[in-house]
């Protein structure tokens, strides 16, 4: 059993790579995600969100049982950057459970 206080970090690297990203830096719970003209900060996350930085578009890998506090939290933030939420199994599936707004 993975303790829900630590951040999916393993997971969402593993994700992103599956996705067909290019996926760089390794400063711990946070990298960056690349594919065609897309960039994306991705942050795992658990209860301790923070978005300052530039406007890049965001994504929160979190587990399942975070993800309505997350949004929650992301929400009252009311910043301008695109964002998005994953949630994490612990058997390593995931939905997407929020999507940044298609143009």
């Given at each position: 059993?993975?303790?829900?206080?630590?951040?999916?970090?393993?997971?969402?690297?593993?994700?992103?790579?599956?996705?067909?990203?290019?996926?760089?830096?390794?400063?711990?719970?946070?990298?960056?995600?690349?594919?065609?003209?897309?960039?994306?900060?991705?942050?795992?996350?658990?209860?301790?969100?923070?978005?300052?930085?530039?406007?890049?578009?965001?994504?929160?890998?979190?587990?399942?049982?975070?993800?309505?506090?997350?949004?929650?939290?992301?929400?009252?933030e009311d910043?301008?950057?695109?964002?998005?939420?994953?949630?994490?199994?612990?058997?390593?599936?995931?939905?997407?459970?929020?999507?940044?707004?298609?143009?």
């Open positions: 059993m993975v303790p829900s206080s630590t951040p999916p970090s393993d997971e969402a690297r593993e994700i992103f790579t599956d996705l067909g990203y290019e996926v760089t830096g390794d400063a711990g719970n946070s990298f960056r995600a690349a594919r065609e003209w897309k960039e994306i900060d991705v942050l795992a996350v658990t209860d301790d969100v923070r978005t300052e930085g530039d406007d890049r578009m965001r994504c929160f890998v979190t587990w399942n049982d975070h993800v309505d506090r997350l949004e929650r939290a992301l929400v009252a910043h301008g950057e695109e964002w998005a939420v994953i949630g994490v199994a612990e058997n390593g599936d995931y939905e997407v459970a929020r999507a940044p707004p298609t143009a």
